[in-house]
């Protein structure tokens, strides 16, 4: 190979390497902004979570699987009983108490009486209650916890203020979570995400 073809060699393999190098490079420096992304807005959730969690409410659910984030502190009950309410003593003594009841399938056993009894815990217990779901909106409305004429897709409401205010459809809407976060979720997370995110956008536990 005389000189001329040499040099020819070397510049044409110096290009394909720096060109190489600045492939990865890109590369590199595009996963690192979209992990800063996600962490930033994974970290909303976070603090959504921990406002929550800052309140010291002893926060349960009742219903199907939660599948809320890592952060949020929660307990599962088994049924809307007095025995269930009732938290160890070790747990000590808590601000409020907030009753998730997790029905997106409309699967739950309840009954009118049930939805007597939170009426009750709300108003004399000052319980916050969530309902995601909209199964049991009618019996709901029929045991006296709202008289309002609300749209047929609602999926959510929430009652706070010893039940006097109430908020229908506050966790339907799904753009409320971080974009790369709700990317990730399974359909049944979404109102559970929402709700979280809602609750700190709106203060519901400022009021109590």
Known sequence: MNAKRLIVT?????????????????????AARKNRIWREQAQKVTDASEYINGKNYDVMYFGEDLNAP?????????????????LAEDEGVK??????????NGNLPLEKEDWNYMLGRMKYY??????????????MQEAGLYFDVIPDTTKSVIFYNRGASKDFGFADDYTIIP??????????QLPVYAMIMKIQAQGYLESE
């Open 10 to 30: 070397l510049v044409f393999s110096a290009i394909l390497i720096g060109f190489f190098i600045w492939i990865v490079g890109a590369f590199i420096d595009d």
């Open 70 to 86: 890592q952060s949020f502190k929660v307990r599962r009950i088994y049924s809307l009983s007095p025995d269930e309410f009732i």
């Open 95 to 104: 601000d409020g108490h907030i009753v998730i009841i997790n029905d997106p």
């Open 126 to 139: 000052d319980y916050i209650l969530i309902y995601l779901g909209s199964a049991e909106l009618k019996d």
């Open 179 to 188: 974009e790369v976060v709700r990317e990730d979720l399974k359909p049944e």
